[in-house]
């Protein structure tokens, strides 16, 4: 299995995609492969930033059959500030969605906030099967958060907004990330095993992705959390 994860590492490295493997490994050689990509991530001084859950949509769920979410690994290098921006020479083919985050306390939930995740598969058309799409870290590429704040009652259904240069794109609803975000937490937990002190949760996409056009602003917009934003370099 090493030698698929140099194969990703090397799409990363060198933004350029690599065909689908098309291989006969499954979901948990999948995510041992994800954990050497990491680790060479974390071999060159990045540090664990948190996870971040994918498939959290029942249609998502359906499309690729499965019965719950997949999840990867986020790193301090992820990382954008709010307003921030996106090098969009770095990427392959990168796409937007909003997100809702947790910052982790105690293996709690302490805090919550909007989030943008840029997602940005390394293979070739953005296609994949489920064990390649865990292999790749859940396509995850970078992501902003907005300002922290107290958990709101009613988390399970809030009306979220994605603009791209003013313009909204997508409407949707926290209830898309299954049924209420805070059940992505309960599957981070689960999944991950633990989760440290001072770490992000991403919760997954309320809506579909956008591809991140050259030079756009990107802002979401999520009902009693505010809004955050970035800006792709042209």
Known sequence: MTDYAARLDAALLTHTAVPQFKAGFDVTAAYAIQQDVVARRVARGERIAGIKLGLTSEAKMRQMGVHEAIWGRLTDAMKIPDGGTVELAKRIHPKVEPEVAFLVKGGTIASIAPAIEVI???????????????????????????????????????????????????????????????????????????????????????????????????????????????????
């Open 120 to 234: 940005d598969s390394r293979y070739l058309g953005f296609k994949f099967t489920l064990p390649e799409v865990i292999a790749d870290n859940t396509s995850a590429a970078a992501f902003v958060v907005g300002a922290w704040q107290p958990v709101p009652d009613g988390v399970e259904d809030l009306g979220v907004l994605m603009e791209i240069n003013g313009r909204s794109a997508e409407k949707g609803n926290t209830s898309a990330i299954l049924g209420d975000p805070r059940r992505a937490f309960d599957d981070a937990l689960r999944l991950a095993g633990k989760l440290e002190d001072g770490w992000i949760v991403l919760a997954g996409a309320a809506t579909a992705a956008l591809p991140l056009p050259a030079g756009a602003t990107v802002q979401v917009t999520v009902e009693k959390l505010g809004s955050v934003s970035l800006r792709a370099s042209s």
